[in-house]
Structure formats: structure tokens, C-alpha cells
């Protein structure tokens, strides 16, 4: 017995000077911990002024922690537990997700210099700004207009027949249309939610904008965009392996002239320029429901940062905060992903972000259609339904009616 | 009596470890399942048996259930039969017998992770090279994972690949540890070899075999990372394991008493089948 | 006959072992290619480019997983060996009904799946401060690896003679000492082998880490390859590259165990 303890007492020791090593907390240093779910040059330009922050204050220390792509089950397993990261990037969701959980900024000195599109984003039902934007993120869809041109699309089409139309001549002149990546069901869903905004929300003459926004909407009117996207499946006008390819199939797909179109964000021209960098492919309006519709852009809000409202170190996050929404800051996250910064007082040159402005100021833009018109939680739903109907486990009708009943349960929680 | 109670003593360290960092969060859990706590919010409140009842009613489920008897048991059979022919082939000696050994027992040292991401590489319509070969015979390219049955059974097949070399290996220490002289009799009585694999080799390969079907019994209901990087349990839900399955209640539909109703099934068959196979290999040991 | 046959066995074992390899040959030829080449996997580049794994290496992301994970398969598999020898004495030696229970308790808690556990475990981990820590994920790894070891090493005794036991019992002997006197000389050979079945499964351990250790300072080698594969970037010849690398150390591990391995295996475990 006795030689059990001494072996236990050894492990005991050993573990214990693991942990002691563990945990060496510099004295009288506050740090702040920081989570960033962005990756590639985002998170390299939080880095950059996470570090010049850090030089700047002798007192606090900004550390950074990147989940990567398990970033929102790890924060959803802090949110169970109330213990969140001092200062954490809302990719999208500051309101819908995360607002129990976020300080208001209603008071900070830069909160005036917000664009009122992208403030109106990060700001609840109570009037409460919840996170600071850094960025307006335009989405719509990539488009390779090398495969256009070859195909004898002569224009970018705007009406939804137009886009069948191009679709016929691509698939013809021996191309791929459009390009799906299944394998991750966000990119089916991001799919179904662009075309249910230019099907249902974006027509003068076809919207139900009103009913989806107060609960009285019919959903058997979904079946229209399930059968719309089933037939450009069923017409070969997406790839073969549409369930099962994934996003770098996309980006060689655009990067070689095979693909027209991809119903994918800027990451998808930006990586696609790193595999070509001569590749002709931009951002394209969204196509109109029918003929007098206009195409449209979709914005909201990708990089943005929260202060957790239960922070040990409320005073430290607030002037981090303050420090990251100084403009020469919010235009360097900005620009590492080429979007135009959310503040009026941030001087842009770059040409490109300059066009995309001018882009902005030309069309219809409109919000996420999950964002706007769908309670919280319907993301998933939409995963779910898009993914079910392609591979035929769903008709259009039962998946109609899954999303009716998933719409009604979860406006009733809200 | 004394003996009894310090030898029992002994085992104290793993049980205690075992009791903080399995039982009681097992416990919790069942506490969790019944409840219809979303997973991250303050409060939740107790449904009875609800969440139970839905399992068996959820398509969905059912089919991730019988995803995962089918990968498995499958697995368990192919593995233990494989294993079995290489162990014999590679059992009699010949030059560069050890590298093949290690060859295929190298598999068995990636992470099913990685492992998956390779195999992506191999399966994939575009570009993939199981496409390559098929494009080389002049025959048209294939979407491999695109239906869901074929999907499974890709799953089924690179964990056994995988694997495999494992079962080969307690095949083989198992065939080592037959003695020469078991061979002498049945080979003047003039028995084939068939007959003397039947007679001598496959009944004293028994403890071996057990350990086997055990071992691989366990990989198989377990199986996790492989699908998370190769189908993501697409296409639509057809290729999901019930371990998938529970990620994906818990953190996406966050339905995380369902999640852990579903969790305290697969614990409860799996204690019942791991009981019953038990009982049969000691009936016959009697 | 005799000399056909055994042509056409190592024929056959050629065969096998090119089959088992091919994945790894084509993670390396992936490795080897820049991200716009899009020729056949199967097919080397025309080109000698590391740079994908020099930039894999230059980054230093990559050495510091390896040191995490090196130091939690070390402790952890320190543990496993110890304890789960200690504990097999007694589940190997007590007969009856409470060996029963205590083989099938250990039987189940292999099958455990973890993700059934993880969302109690984590909230447990959280209140005891042992998210983010080394000894958090060594103990968790630990607990969950030991029955691997108990059922491994409890085989093994029951192979051993209890009259060897009840020798040194009649010299005078207590439990503890005929473990560490008598037993725990002769466990020697399955060391080998269980420290290859559970220390492989430690270090490749993918969903404790994912949850327990999110401070990137303290990443493992898997969870790093994971962001790598998972990014949404084009960068999976970079992947492949950091990928081949994670496999080196286990594999070279193996290498050199596989000796003691087989013969730990059968000296025992599967007699």
C-alpha cells in the first residue's frame, strides 16, 4: 500500500508542476481575452493591432484566441456555461446570437461615425448597439465573366429568366453554370436564401416581404424557390457532384474558366485571385424576380467585435474597443477583405473598395434574407431543408412545410 | 477477507479517475435528457420523457442508429476476416516480410482526421484520383459520396482499411503463440491445410479473435472524425453516426436535451450488446 | 509447387501493402504540389517545390502543437500504463460475480461514445478550472483510455499463474507487494502493446482537445490540421503537407516499438 501513495504522491507532484507551468499569469498585467472566428488576412490585421494596442499599454494585455471553424459551437458551450471571452467577433450575428450576452456601445465617442445601413445591422429591438461593425460586407454572386463571354452570354443577366437563359448557353457551350458546394450545407443554404429574396422579398409585383415580416406568411408559396433551384439541378445547370464538392472545387472550378457562376461571398474572389491571379471574376447583382424587377446586392455585417457584458475587465475591453474603432484601424480590417469600412470619418483610396462604394450607391441593396425575414435559429433550418430537397430525402412540399413549422416554433420562443 | 479488500483497494486510482470523468458526467447527462435545454441559454425546463419518445420517430435518427450498427458490425466483419488472411499470408517467413508488416500497420497511426481528409483527395468527383483511374480506362467520372448508401459503405471501407492492420497484428501474435508440435500430428495423418487451419489454427486463434471482435466492435460504434471529414454526414443526412448525429443536435438544431437523450441510447445499447456478448463468449468457455 | 507458391504470396503481400499505401502516397504527391496545379493526384509534380512545407514550418504553429501533444501523449500515457496495470491486477485476480461486473463496467466505458458525455464533462472541466490546462486534457485522456489498458493488462495476468501469487502470499507477502514483485516484472513485454493501441489513440485524439483546449497556445497537432483542412481556404496542398508531417513522429514511434509490439501481443494478451 504504502508504495501505491509514494507513486500517486509522484503523479500528483508531476501533474501539479505541469499546471504550475500551466498558468504563468504575469502580476499586474490585466489580460483580456479575445476571440476572433475569422481567419487568413482578417485575423492578420486584428493581430497587428492587437499588438500595437498591446505596446501602447503597459497595464493590459490583449491576447488573442482563434477557434477557427468550431468557433461558434465553442461559443455556444460558453454561453451555456456564462463564460465568455472578454471580446469576441460576431461574424454576422451580434444581435440574433450573441445580444443577451453584449455591453451596449450606444455611448461610445465613434458610435456616431457609423454608416446608418450597417448601425441599423448591430442594433437590437430595444435601440441597444450591441457591437462595433468594422466593415459593410456586399455579397451577391460570383460571376466568371471569361466563361460569359465564351459561352455568348453577352450581359450579365437580371431577370431570374434571363439567369436560365445564360445557364442554357453555358451549359451548351460546354461549361458549368453554376457551381454548388454541398459537402458544407451553409453553401446550399446560402444559395436558397439569395434566390428566396429575389423570388419572395425583391419583386414589385411578387413580394411577400410584409407577410414573412409579420407571421401571416404562406409557406406553400416556398415551393416556388425549391422548385426553381430543383430545376436548375435537374436541367444539368449545376455540377455533377453538387451534394458532395467543396469549396476549393469551387474556387479551381472559377479559377480554370470552367464555372459561370457561384452563389458564394468576396472570400470566393479573393481565393479564387490566389489560384488566378488573371482570373476575370467579380461580385454580381442578384438577378430580378421578372421582367421591370431590378437585381439587387445583398449587405450586412461580417467583421464586428462585442464586448461581453459581464467581463471581469469591463473598463480594459471598453478602451480596446475604442482603440479598434479608431479609423485607421477599422479601415485596416476593412480592407484586408477588400469591403468598404463601416465609419464615415475612414478615408478610402484603394480603387478597388472605391468601385464597390460606387457599386453600393447604384443599386438596390437589400439584407440577408435569414437575417431579416426569419426568426433566430432558422439558419439551420435552411441547412437542413436546402441539403434535404437537393439530394431528394425532401420533396418540395414536406421541405415547405418543415420550414413553416420551424418558422412558427421559433418566432413563438422569440 | 483481507487479501479481498486491499486488492480491491488497488484498483482505486483508476476507479475514482474513471467515476470524476466518466460516471458523473454520465449522470448529468441523463439529467440533461430530460429537459429541453437548447444548449447555451440560463434556463431550461424538465419534459419527462419527450425527448425519448421524439428519437424513435425522427427518420433521421433511426437512420443514423442503423448507420451505425451497419458501419459497426460491418466493420467488425471485415476487419476480423481481413485481418485473418493477411496475419496467415504474412505469417510464413520471406524476405521484406517486416516492411509489409509496418506498411500496412502504418495506416493505423494517422488520425482518422487526416485520414478522411485524404481520402477526400481520392473520392472527390473533381479532380479525385479513384476518377483518375476510372478516366484512364476511358470510363466516365463518378460522384462516389453523392448517394448516400454508397457514401456509408465508403465509410465502412477506409475504416477497415485502416484499421485493418491492427486486427492482422493480434493475428499474428496470436499464430505466434501456437506451438510447432500442434501442427506434427494432423501433418502425418495426412490432413490438408484447409482441414488443419479448421481443426488447429482457428480454435486457438479464440483469444485472439475475441479480442478482435472487441476492439473492433468499439472503433466502429465510435466512428466519428472519419465522417466529420469526409461527408460531413451528407449527402442530407444519409451517411450521419449516432455520435455525428449528437454534434450536430447539440451544436447546430442546439437541442441539447434531445442531443443527450440520443447520447443515453446509444449508452444503453451499447451496454446491453457489450452484456450479451459477454455472456455468449463465457457460456462457451464453460 | 512449393517455390510457385511462395512467389505468388509475396505477390500477394506486395499487393496489400501497395493498396494500404497508396493514401499516403497520394497525401505526399498533394504535399508536393503548388496549389495551381491541377494534374492528377496520382502523378508526381514536374517540379521539386517544398515551399508548402516550409511555409508549414517557418510559421511555428505547427512546432508548438507538436510540443503541446508530445507533452499530453507522455503524461497521459504514463497514467494509462500505471494505473490501468495497477487496477488490472485485482479485476484479473477476483472471480465471481464482482469480476463480471467490474469486466463489463470496463467494457462499457470503452464503448462510451465521448460526444455523449462532452456537454456534462465540459460544464464539470469549466468548474474545476481545468479548461486550458495540461493537466485537464491529461487527466480527461487518461480516464478515458484506461479501460483499453485495464482490459489489455488484466488479459495478460490471468496468464500468469496465481500460483506464482499465492507463493509469495504463503511467504508473507501483501497484495501491493506481489504486484510490484511478482506481476509487474512479467507486464514488461505488453507495455509495448498497449502503449501502442492507446498512446497512438492520445496523440490522434481530435474531440477532447476541440473542446478542452481552445487557448491556441495549447493546441494539439489534430486540432491544428483540422483549421488547417476546415478553413474555406485553397490551401489544401499546404494541409497535406502539415498533415504529413503530424504522421512522421507516430510512425516513427511504431517503427521502433514494432518489435516489442507483436511479441507483447502474443507473450499474452491473445493467448
Known sequence: MKRILYVLTLVLIALSAVYAGGSNEESGKTTLEFAIKETGSTLEAYKQIVDSFNAEHEDIKVEISDYGKDYQTLMKTKMATNDLPDLFTTHGWAVALYGDYLYPLNDRPWAEHLFPEIRSTDTDREGNLVALPMDIDITGLVCNDTVLEKSGVEERPSTLSEFIAACQKIKEAGFTPIHIAGKDPSDVAGLFSRLSLSILTMSNTHSYAEELLDGTFDWSCYDEVGNFVLSLVENGYTNVDYLTADKSGTYRGLAQDKVAFAFQSNLTIAEVRKLNPDANVSMMEIPGYTEGDSSFLISGERDAVGVWKDSEHLEEALEFIDYLAQPENVLLVAQAYSLPPSMDNAEVTDPGILEILDQIKGSVVTNHFDRMYLPDGMWNTLKVYGTSVLSGEMSVRDGSMMMQADYERLRNNA | ?286 | MKKAVKRARIAISVLIAAFHFAPIYILIMVSLKRANDFSSRWLPPAYLDLSNYMEVLIDGSLLRAFGNTIIITLSASVLVLLLGGICAYPVARIRGRLSTIITNIVLAVMMIPSLSVIVPLYTQMLSLGAINTYWGIILVLTAYNLPMSVFLFSNFIRNIPEELDEAAALDGCRDTRIFFSVIMPQLQPVVASVLILTGVKIWNDYKYALYFLQDNHKETITLYISKFFSDFSVDMNQAAAAAFLAIIPVCAVFLFLQKYFITGLSEGSVK
Not at chain 2, 50 to 57: H, T, V
Not at chain 2, 146 to 162: E, P, Y
Not at chain 2, 164 to 189: F, K, N, T, W
Not at chain 2, 251 to 279: E, H, P, R
Request: aromatic fraction near 12%.
Open chain 2, 1 to 286: 477477507m483481507r487479501r479481498r479488500r486491499s486488492l480491491y483497494a488497488m484498483a482505486l486510482p483508476a476507479v475514482i479517475l474513471i467515476i470524476a470523468f466518466v460516471f458523473i458526467p454520465l449522470v448529468s447527462g441523463i439529467r440533461i435528457s430530460l429537459t429541453d435545454w437548447n444548449g447555451f441559454s440560463q434556463s431550461s425546463s424538465f419534459v419527462g420523457l419527450r425527448n425519448y419518445i421524439n428519437l424513435f420517430q425522427d427518420q433521421r435518427i433511426l437512420n443514423s442508429i442503423k448507420n451505425t450498427f451497419y458501419v459497426g458490425i460491418g466493420d467488425t466483419i471485415l476487419q476480423c476476416v481481413f485481418g485473418l488472411l493477411y496475419a496467415l499470408i504474412l505469417n510464413h517467413k520471406f524476405r521484406g516480410r517486416s516492411a509489409i508488416r509496418a506498411i500496412i500497420y502504418l495506416t493505423v497511426m494517422v488520425s482518422s482526421l487526416i485520414m478522411g481528409y485524404i481520402w477526400y483527395f481520392i473520392v472527390q468527383y473533381d479532380n479525385g484520383a479513384l476518377n483518375d483511374i476510372l478516366a484512364f480506362f476511358g470510363l466516365d467520372p463518378v460522384d462516389w459520396l453523392g448517394n448516400g448508401k454508397r457514401a456509408v459503405n465508403f465509410i465502412l471501407c477506409i475504416n477497415s482499411m485502416q484499421f485493418v492492420g491492427q486486427a492482422m497484428v493480434i493475428y499474428l501474435a496470436g499464430l505466434q503463440g501456437i506451438p510447432r508440435e500442434m501442427y506434427e500430428a494432423p501433418m502425418i495423418d495426412g490432413a490438408t491445410p484447409v482441414q488443419t487451419f479448421f481443426r488447429i489454427t482457428l480454435p486457438l486463434l479464440k483469444p485472439a479473435i475475441i479480442t478482435n471482435i472487441t476492439l473492433k466492435l468499439i472503433g466502429g460504434l465510435q466512428m466519428y472524425d472519419l465522417v466529420v471529414a469526409l461527408t460531413g454526414g451528407g449527402p442530407g443526412f444519409s451517411s450521419h453516426t449516432i455520435s455525428t448525429m449528437i454534434n450536430y443536435l447539440y451544436f447546430d438544431s442546439q437541442n441539447a436535451g434531445y442531443s443527450a437523450s440520443l447520447g443515453v441510447v446509444l449508452f444503453i445499447m451499447i451496454m446491453s450488446a457489450t452484456i450479451i456478448v459477454n455472456k455468449v463468449i463465457r457460456r462457451n468457455e464453460e
